[in-house]
């Protein structure tokens, strides 16, 4: 049985979407403040944490880098106001795998968390070997690109997986569409401007050698190009 830490403050309504997600075979850990949820956290690792933004004292984004310190790999979906644009961008850029904007039916939590186990499952089950790109050697279980022999710069989950995908078709243009339809499993617009921040982030980790380049082929998509 999967477990599910789910932490939000709104007691009422999270006890109707713990019982709904129960019903659904899901172990439903409940908290409704961040310091609760840390400790049932460090009890037990759940694998996938629901963690509401708007809590007193402590958010949900703040709760989840707590939790990345203890489980880089568990997933986790953010749940956000209708119109929290800002806080549905920072979620997605600092590794949050979804997120799920209020109000929601809770058959569509229900379903996004079946996809986000899946692509967890997923990815253990075809992790790739370490492999090199140019100077670089990257290995995608621990997340650690490495420059020349140098100090590793740990990858967060999204970007690792993107590199991933670029490698896998380097010297090749990928859409757009293609790439949020691997990463995301979807084209969200929010997503799709999320993407650029991920692609710029990547940049920067590989501009220490001059033969790698990410381009960006306007209306388009992108293309690694690794000289050889």
């Not at 599910?4 to 709904?20: N, T």
């Not at 460090?42 to 958010?59: E, G, N, Q, S, Y």
């Not at 921040?197 to 590989?206: A, D, E, F, G, S």
């Amino acid at each position: 049985m999967k477990s599910i830490l789910f932490v939000d403050d709104e007691k009422q309504f999270s006890a109707m979407v713990a019982e709904y997600l129960q019903e659904k075979g899901f172990e439903v850990i409940l908290k409704h403040n961040a310091t609760d949820g840390l400790a049932a956290f460090h009890t037990k690792r759940a694998d996938c944490c629901i963690l509401d933004v708007k809590m007193p004292f402590k958010d949900g984004f703040s709760l989840a880098a707590d939790i990345r310190e203890l489980d880089e790999q568990v997933p986790i979906i953010f749940l956000t106001g209708q119109t929290d644009r800002e806080d549905r961008i920072k979620g997605l850029t600092i590794g949050a795998d979804d997120y799920v904007t209020k109000p929601f039916s809770m058959e569509e939590l229900y379903l996004r968390i079946k996809a986000v186990l899946r692509r967890v499952g997923y990815q253990e089950e075809t992790r790739e070997q370490e492999f090199m790109l140019g100077m670089y050697t990257f290995d995608p279980i621990s997340r650690e690109l490495v420059f020349d022999g140098g100090q590793p710069a740990r990858l967060s989950a999204m970007e690792s997986k993107l590199l991933q995908l670029f490698f896998k078709h380097k010297n090749k243009l990928v859409t757009r569409d293609f790439v949020l339809a691997k990463v995301w499993q979807d084209d969200d617009q929010l997503k799709s401007r999320s993407l650029n921040v991920y692609i710029t982030k990547l940049r920067n980790y590989l501009k220490q050698d001059p033969s790698i380049e990410i381009l960006n082929a306007h209306g388009e998509g992108y293309k690694l190009v690794v000289k050889e």
